[in-house]
């Protein structure tokens, strides 16, 4: 992902339009992949970090968001920490 200067904008507005136009443009990227269940494989392959989340994504045909949401929950798994969603569906 390109890395923006924040101290370069003067205009915080404009920074934040910017950045999100070019988060925008990555994850467009690599979102056209259908959902399915992740296999061990993959999600063995999602920790290890041996290849960038552009090119893991090519590879096992996820997009790059979905690749980071799955670390992250895998982390707080780990951690045993709960997510809000998982809480909200506990209170229900």
Do not use: C, P
């Not at 920074?15 to 070019?22: D, G, H, S, V």
């Amino acid at each position: 992902m390109m890395v923006l200067r924040q101290d370069k904008y003067a205009d915080m507005a404009q920074f934040r339009k910017t950045r999100n136009a070019q988060r925008h443009r990555y994850y467009a990227k690599t979102s056209g992949y259908s959902r399915r269940q992740w296999t061990q494989e993959e999600m063995t392959l999602v920790m290890d970090r041996s290849l960038s989340d552009s090119e893991l994504s090519e590879k096992i045909g996820r997009g790059v968001r979905a690749i980071q949401i799955k670390r992250n929950r895998m982390k707080k798994a780990a951690l045993g920490v709960q997510s809000q969603s998982d809480q909200t569906k506990t209170v229900k």
